[in-house]
């Protein structure tokens, strides 16, 4: 039974809640704002949010909730998401002030941005959070001395992203390192190196000189082994400059357009072979690729370090504020007012174009009255479109870009067919002193804070890990710089095709709604149909306190209301529309771009995905439809050049392999193992097995959609700690519904079969609760923030997390592994012997390969091998399946 959730739109009276604790009182705890418990209750920190931050303060360390001042910044409750001005800050600051002056704290415990940001400044939390820093020098607090501020993520984010728990636990382990005497407070911004040297290397005579001191530096160094930090700026098909870094406090500088002192450094790192470090790898190793120098160089990654320890930032910025003591400047700072110049422009120009349509239209309908022998004077108002509005409210507002980004869909697609993309600013915008400061600073962060987590990378025990992220990225740089061949005809057609399914999609729309210019992108739209004129009652809620009407949201209504099919068209239209707007229509335009080869070229990631999934962007190709009406059309618009073929390797029913091993299940151990047969002495399939259990049907009797796909979307639902509701909701998706009653028995016969589960899932979730981490197979951690939240959904979510990571991970271990192994054994070989293979992508369990067509033969087994032996240590054997074809929907087995 679904739980019961508070409307948006409730009604309360606004109360002021100001803070309460003993005076003088030590510890000074300061949220941001109230919420509606404590609205309701008229007592500061109450309710969920309450609860949470009194299990913490009931830890050991740290005070009790009687002996702390509890208090917000922001003094009523708004409503949910609701914006708080600068004038209420202006008024509410006053009580703060008084209730400082009362309590006189020696330690300020700041949660949230709000308040990080009133005692430290305009910092973003990232940069501060978990560290005790002393009080900033300022006239606002003249009254507290010695004071230090202790900036925590507030208790209440964790209720809204999982996986901000993790930071909140660390924010109060760390508090109660300090209140122990561990940890010593900082002064922010201390930079060590308050003058640092950044210069711009021109000539050939300083760059030599450059060179000679690094050498000295290495001579001098007891290990040999002196790193050069690396950072770029510009992107691939417009390369600014690249910055270098080899110690703290200097930084130097060469602009791409000076090819004679790039080819100059790029000899001297081939011949002599520095160890580099990099932040974000991936994105600096083609643009070296670009200015033409060496990309098989030893390198680190800073960025791929702090992805790995989780509870570091990724950024640059915060990490160099955090670990070097540096006052970094943001991208976005330094171009912001150039960058708003392009946009104003930008849409001046589709302004301009919308004005003088809408003019003509008027002046037309003016003569059509004359005709009509109707006496008027002056023009007619005629509607407006959506474009013209919006493109009016974007001139109008401070932050034009990020506006016009937050448009409907279908309008930023209508101002990208007129125009093609709003224009970016880049350094060429800002003062030639300026970007070279902003470079070369980021090249001397990045040499500042690599041995910092290079240490807490050993220290935690996760080198082995760190190194094999590493080894898969010549593969997937490769991969990135290769790009996969569009039939752009195909796509042409396939278009058309989607074009005429949207109309059918939205006449649909219109009948169903009785209205003509019903919007499925419109968010205001269709929660103003769905949550208004049907009643339906709204899931989640958006900033505005509107009903959400994101994807998830939507399936979760579909199979809530299955009597109102105008959801499931809604989410159709929006599916088909975006697969031809943004993906399909746009693919000239990605054809179009650097190195202007007829491919497409994708950025990879390998940092956004806590279980090391791969993920791409521009565009996202690994986002491509498998399933549905148009999935096998748009695969096969993906062609390999001419004698070439394409090649797929997919890893069979990995993750639940993985689930054998960890869970060492009995039923699985069998089957995957082939010690369990069918009576003709047949392998039993585990899908096939589960369903007869559930069906009661041999699975020589079975028929794949009835039994077998059922039972498929159950073992992977099960493995990963899906509900019954989830269980409903996958099913659907391929037209099978069950009610809810049938979809929990069929969890229970799972749980049933495989009794090896519970022990697994229960061992992890104490593991969790006892380390505040779960460890995977490669070593990496997960941690896990909610495991003891007393909030049980926070709770039952975290122990999710906590048996299926290691699942997730175990597979992307595999992958990588075998990945690493291609690109060292098979293609790097093959290449040097003249012979033509590439990778093309790595889509979850499966590699995708483009080669010459007489390679395949060779090929095939190799990979076979390379994907099933490449690893070791799973209990069970690692199966895989090979195909090739001219197109990615066109593969046959081989």
């Given at each position: ?85 600068s004038?209420?800050?202006?008024r ?26 009133l005692?430290?400044?305009?910092v ?7 560290i ?22 507030h ?16 924010g109060?382990t ?19 190196y ?64 000076c090819?004679?002192l ?52 990724q ?72 474009l ?21 869909e ?78 752009l ?37 269709v929660?103003?149909y ?18 959400s009407t994101?994807?998830k ?65 521009e ?28 090649g ?15 869970s ?18 047949s ?54 519904f ?77 992958m ?50 390379c ?5 070791k240590g ?21």
């Amino acid at each position: 039974m679904r739980s019961e959730r508070r409307s948006p739109f409730v009604s309360y009276t606004p109360r002021r809640i100001h803070g309460t604790g003993p005076t003088p009182c030590e510890y000074f705890f300061i949220g941001s704002q109230p919420g509606y418990e404590e609205n309701r209750s008229g007592v500061v920190f109450s309710g969920k949010t309450g609860d949470e931050l009194n299990r913490f303060l009931d830890g050991d360390g740290l005070p009790e909730r009687r002996d702390v001042w509890l208090t917000n910044v922001h003094r009523e409750y708004k409503g949910k998401d609701a914006v708080y001005t600068s004038e209420d800050l202006a008024r509410d600051i006053e009580d703060v002030v008084r209730e400082l002056q009362r309590v006189q704290p020696t330690l300020i415990v700041p949660m949230g941005r709000t308040a990080i940001r009133l005692f430290l400044g305009d910092v973003d939390v990232d940069d501060v959070q978990g560290i005790c820093w002393r009080l900033p020098a300022s006239d606002k607090w003249p009254f507290l001395d010695n004071c230090v501020v202790f900036p925590i993520v507030h208790p209440a984010s964790a209720f809204h992203n999982p996986e901000m728990a993790a930071y909140v636990v660390s924010g109060f382990t760390q508090l109660a390192a300090y209140l122990a005497g561990g940890i010593a407070p900082r002064t922010l911004f201390d930079d060590p190196y308050p003058e640092p040297h950044y210069e711009e290397i021109t000539t050939a005579e300083s760059l030599r000189s450059v060179l000679a001191n690094y050498e000295l530096c290495r001579q001098t160094d007891q290990t040999r082994r002196v790193p050069i930090a690396i950072d770029t700026e510009g992107w691939p098909d417009r390369p600014w400059s690249l910055q270098f870094s080899f110690k703290p406090g200097a930084g130097y500088l060469l602009r791409a357009n000076c090819r004679g002192l790039l080819k100059t450094f790029g000899e001297y790192l081939a011949r002599n072979r520095p160890h580099l470090t990099y932040h974000s790898a991936l994105h600096d190793l083609r643009m070296m690729r670009v200015l033409g120098l060496p990309t098989d160089l030893p390198f680190d990654d800073t960025m791929v370090a702090a992805y790995l320890l989780q509870l570091e930032p990724q950024g640059l910025k915060p990490l160099c504020s955090r670990h070097a003591g540096m006052k970094m400047q943001h991208y976005d700072e330094l171009v912001q007012e150039p960058n708003q110049r392009l946009a104003l422009d930008y849409i001046s120009s589709l302004w301009n174009i919308e004005q003088l349509d809408y003019e003509q239209r008027c002046d037309d309908a003016f003569w059509v009255e004359i005709d009509k022998g109707r006496r008027i004077s002056v023009l007619p108002k005629l509607p407006k479109t959506a474009l013209h509005k919006a493109t009016e409210r974007a001139m109008r507002s401070k932050n034009t870009r990020n506006l016009w980004s937050n448009q409907v869909e279908d309008i930023q697609v209508d101002g990208y067919n007129m125009l093609g993309p709003m224009p970016i600013a880049t350094l060429d915008h800002v003062p030639a002193k300026t970007a070279v400061d902003y470079g070369c600073r980021d090249a001397d962060g990045t040499i500042r804070i690599a041995p910092a987590l290079a240490a807490r990378v050993d220290a935690l025990k996760l080198r082995e890990v760190y190194d094999l992220e590493l080894a898969t990225y010549p593969l997937i740089e490769r991969m990135s710089y290769v790009g996969i061949k569009p039939d752009l005809p195909h796509f042409s057609r396939l278009s058309r095709r989607l074009n005429k399914e949207i109309g059918d999609l939205q006449s649909r729309l219109c009948s169903a709604t009785r209205s003509e210019s019903f919007n499925a992108n419109s968010g205001d739209q269709v929660a103003d149909y769905l949550f208004e004129t049907l009643g339906l009652e709204s899931i989640k809620d958006t900033r505005s306190g509107r009903g959400s009407t994101n994807d998830k949201v939507l399936e979760a209504l579909e199979h809530e209301h299955p009597e109102f099919p105008i959801i499931s068209t809604i989410r159709s239209y929006r599916e088909v529309y975006k697969l031809k707007n943004t993906f399909v229509d746009r693919l000239p335009d990605f054809v179009r771009r650097f190195p202007y080869d007829g491919r497409v070229h994708a950025t990879f990631r390998t940092t956004r995905v806590v279980t090391g999934r791969l993920a791409a962007s521009e565009p996202n190709l690994l986002a491509m439809p498998k399933h549905g009406k148009f999935a096998k059309e748009f695969r096969r618009g993906w062609i390999a050049g001419d004698g070439h073929l394409l090649g797929s390797w997919d890893l069979s029913q990995i993750e639940l392999r993985v689930a054998a091993h960890l869970s060492q299940d009995p039923a699985m151990l069998a089957i995957y193992r082939g010690e369990r047969r069918n009576p003709d002495g047949s392998p039993i399939d585990l899908h096939a097995a589960l369903a007869q259990r559930i069906f009661g049907v041999l699975p020589k009797n079975q028929d794949d959609s009835k039994h077998r796909l059922p039972a498929k979307a159950i073992n992977f639902q099960f493995w990963m700690g899906g509900t019954y509701i989830g269980l409903q909701v996958e099913l659907r998706k391929n037209g099978f519904f069950i009610d809810a009653d049938d979809a929990q028995r069929w969890i229970d016969e799972a749980h049933a079969l495989y009794t090896g589960a519970q022990p697994y899932m229960d061992a992890k979730a104490a593991e969790a609760e006892k380390n505040g981490f779960v460890r995977c197979l490669s070593g990496r951690i997960r941690y896990i923030g909610g495991i003891r939240s007393r909030d049980a959904r926070v709770r039952e979510e975290a122990k999710r997390f906590a048996f299926s990571t290691p699942i997730q991970e175990g597979a992307q271990l595999i992958m990588k592994t075998n990945e690493a192994v291609l690109w060292r054994d098979i293609i790097v070989p093959l290449q040097r012997q003249g012979r033509w293979i590439e990778p093309l992508l790595q889509i979850h369990d499966d590699l995708l390969l483009e080669m010459d067509a007489a390679l395949v033969p060779e090929v095939a087994p190799r990979m076979v091998q390379c994907m099933t032996q490449s690893y070791k240590g799973l209990s069970v054997p690692i199966q895989t399946s090979s195909s090739a074809g001219p197109t990615w929907a066109d593969l046959a087995a081989v």
